[in-house]
């Protein structure tokens, strides 16, 4: 396998997982799901995880099977990598590397989409774009958590300060575990 094509097929399997971990997120979530850009890629990536959802049931809203279909992605983006002679050919290797590339990348999503919420609070407060109520109903949902803790105070809401304080520990433990199991990093779409 030349090394544009293999470039082709990861590139197309890595938007392929960043669709499958946006739709297990707008599971988790629980987002509007009459969003036309929800509706979009739900049905452009969820036709796997709707066979392996016969088998593995969400449980309360986790939606293993669609979390399972990124690792399988991945799993086979490694593989093609072992086919090319980049990287070792170990099956349970590419296993854990590809369930490291998908947890860090949905960190990495979920960075930008806090991100993403607190700058268009700012900008664009009473905009009712698709794409800005996506993200700042998500945004929303991953504060709360926070909220109940910190309500806000004299109109400053302070929970995005502690949301990135926990999100950055997350990252920096799994990159720990990643970089220890010796992941490639050129390969993965979580760094």
């Avoid at 890595?14 to 629980?30: C, E, I, M, Q």
């Avoid at 099956?91 to 919420?117: A, D, E, H, N, R």
Wanted: zero cysteines; hydrophobic letters at 60%; a positive charge.
């Amino acid at each position: 396998m030349s090394e544009a094509t293999f470039f082709l097929f990861k590139a197309l399997m890595d938007v392929f997982t960043l669709g499958v971990v946006f739709n297990f997120l707008f599971r988790l979530l629980k987002v509007d799901y009459y969003n036309p850009l929800v509706q979009g890629i739900i049905k452009a990536v969820d036709f796997p995880s709707q066979f392996l959802r016969s088998f593995i049931r969400p449980i309360y809203s986790v939606d293993i099977a669609t979390f399972f279909v990124a690792i399988f992605i991945q799993a086979g983006a490694f593989y093609m990598a072992a086919i090319a002679g980049s990287i070792e050919y170990a099956p349970m290797k590419i296993l854990m590397w590809s369930t490291y590339s998908v947890v860090l990348l949905m960190l990495k999503m979920i960075w930008w989409i806090l991100l993403g919420g607190i700058i268009l609070s700012f900008v664009a407060g009473n905009n009712f774009h698709p794409a800005i109520v996506l993200i700042r109903q998500m945004s929303d949902k991953l504060f709360n958590p926070f909220r109940i803790f910190l309500p806000p105070m004299g109109g400053l809401d302070f929970s995005p300060i502690f949301a990135f304080i926990a999100l950055n520990f997350l990252q920096a433990i799994f990159v720990q575990f990643a970089l220890e199991s010796g992941l490639p990093v050129w390969l993965s779409v979580g760094f």
